[in-house]
C-alpha cells in the first residue's frame, strides 16, 4: 500500500521585494489561484523570505526548526526552493542558496533539487546540463562583467557568433535585462551597463521573427502547451520586451517530444518544469527551463481551467513524492 504523505503546508521561500503594484500583478495572476488550488488539497500555501526560518542545531542530532516562530518538520512541511536572483531579489541569493542545503540536510522533501536549482537558475549552465539532447540549445557565450570588463576580454568567445545579437542577464528572468545588439560597440556599451552592478550576461544570436513553445511537464509528461511569437524588432516574446504569447493551449508538436522527454530525464527527480523551445519556422532550439514556471491566471476560463489542471497535477506530485520519501526514510 503506498505511502499517504502527512503534509500540510506548502511554503514557498521567496525573496519576495517587489513593489505595491508587483505584489498586486503577482496575487492575480498567480498566488491567489494557487493558495485556492493548494487549498482544494487540504494544504496551506505560504511565502517567505529566506530569513523567516530559523535551526536550531545545537544538537545535531535532533535539530528543530521554525518557520515564523512556528516548528515546521519534514513530515508536515514541503518547501519550494527555486533559486530567484532577479535585480531586487540579488541581496537574497546567498541566503537562499545557503538555507536550501541545509533544509536539505535536514530532510526535508524538496520538489526543486538545490543542485538542480542552481543549474537552471544560470542560462549558460542549463545550456551545458542540457546539450547532449536531439535539439541544440540556443548557441551561448557567458561574460562576466566588471571592472575589467572594458578590455575586450571576452572577444575571442564571441568570435562564433554573428551581429545582431541577444545580450541578457545570466539568471534573471522574465524578459527583464534584454538588449539586441547589432555591432561591438552596443554590446561594450550593454556590458559597461551590467557592470555597474556586476551582472554576468550571456550572449545568445537573435533569432529573427519566432515562434516560441513553452511545454509544461508533470511526472516527466506534457500536461499543457502555449505558444507565442515575437512583435517586430523586440527582444524576445515577453510581453515586458514587445512580446507577445498567445494563450490558447494547443497540443505538443511531435518534433518536440524526444527533446522533451529528455529534459524530463537530465532534470530528474523534479516532478515539474516548464521548456521553452524557440524556432524560425526551419530550426528549433531549446532555450531556456524553469523548475518553478508560473501557470498564469486571469486571461480567459478556458485558459484559466487548463492552467488549474496544471497546478493541481503538480501540488498532487509534490504530495506522492513526499510520501516516497518520507517512507523511504522511515
Known amino acids: 500500500m503506498a505511502e499517504q504523505s502527512t503534509v500540510r503546508r506548502l ?3 521567496y525573496p519576495e521585494r517587489g513593489t505595491a503594484w508587483q505584489r498586486a500583478y503577482e496575487d492575480r495572476a498567480v498566488w491567489d489561484a494557487y493558495r485556492a488550488l493548494a487549498k482544494e488539497l487540504s494544504l496551506e500555501l505560504s511565502l517567505h523570505h529566506p530569513e523567516e526560518v530559523a535551526v536550531d542545531a545545537s544538537d ?11 516548528r515546521v518538520t519534514p513530515d508536515d512541511t514541503v ?7 532577479l535585480p531586487h531579489q540579488m541581496q537574497d541569493v546567498a541566503n537562499q542558496l545557503f538555507l536550501f542545503t541545509v ?6 522533501h524538496l520538489p526543486v533539487p538545490p543542485h538542480l536549482g542552481y543549474v537552471v537558475a544560470d542560462k549558460a549552465a542549463t545550456a551545458l546540463h542540457l546539450a547532449d539532447g536531439p535539439l541544440p540549445p540556443l548557441p551561448t557565450v557567458r561574460i562576466s562583467t566588471g571592472r575589467d570588463a572594458m578590455t575586450g576580454h571576452y572577444d575571442a568567445a564571441l568570435a562564433g557568433l554573428q551581429y545582431p545579437l541577444l545580450v541578457k542577464p545570466a539568471n534573471w528572468a522574465m524578459g527583464l535585462g534584454i538588449s539586441v545588439v547589432a555591432n561591438v ?7 559597461a551597463l551590467a557592470g555597474g552592478a556586476e551582472t554576468a550576461l550571456v550572449v545568445q544570436p537573435y533569432v529573427r521573427d519566432p515562434r516560441e513553445t513553452r511545454v509544461y511537464v508533470v511526472d516527466g509528461e506534457p500536461r499543457a502547451v502555449v505558444q507565442g511569437w515575437k512583435e517586430g524588432y523586440c527582444g524576445m516574446v515577453n510581453r515586458s520586451v514587445g512580446g507577445r504569447r498567445s494563450w490558447a493551449y494547443t497540443e505538443l508538436p511531435e518534433r518536440l517530444r524526444g527533446a522533451v522527454e ?10 515539474y518544469f516548464t521548456v521553452d523551445f524557440l524556432s524560425d519556422g526551419e530550426r528549433d532550439w531549446l532555450s531556456e527551463v524553469e523548475l518553478d514556471g508560473a501557470a498564469g491566471f486571469g486571461l480567459d476560463e478556458a485558459s484559466d481551467r487548463i492552467a488549474a489542471d496544471v497546478v493541481r497535477a503538480r501540488f498532487r506530485s509534490y504530495l506522492a ?3 516516497a520519501a518520507r517512507g523511504a526514510a522511515r
Request: hydrophobic share 45%; charged share 20%; aromatic share 10%.
Open 79 to 85: 518547501f519550494v526552493t527555486m533559486l530567484y536572483a
Open 185 to 191: 560597440h552596443d554590446l561594450r556599451g550593454v556590458i
Open 262 to 271: 529528455h529534459v524530463a530525464r537530465k532534470l530528474h527527480p523534479a516532478p
Open 321 to 323: 513524492g513526499h510520501a
Open 60 to 70: 545535531p542530532a535532533r535539530p528543530r526548526v521554525y518557520l515564523r516562530g512556528e
Open 103 to 108: 533544509l536539505d540536510r535536514l530532510g526535508f
Open 11 to 13: 511554503c514557498w521561500i
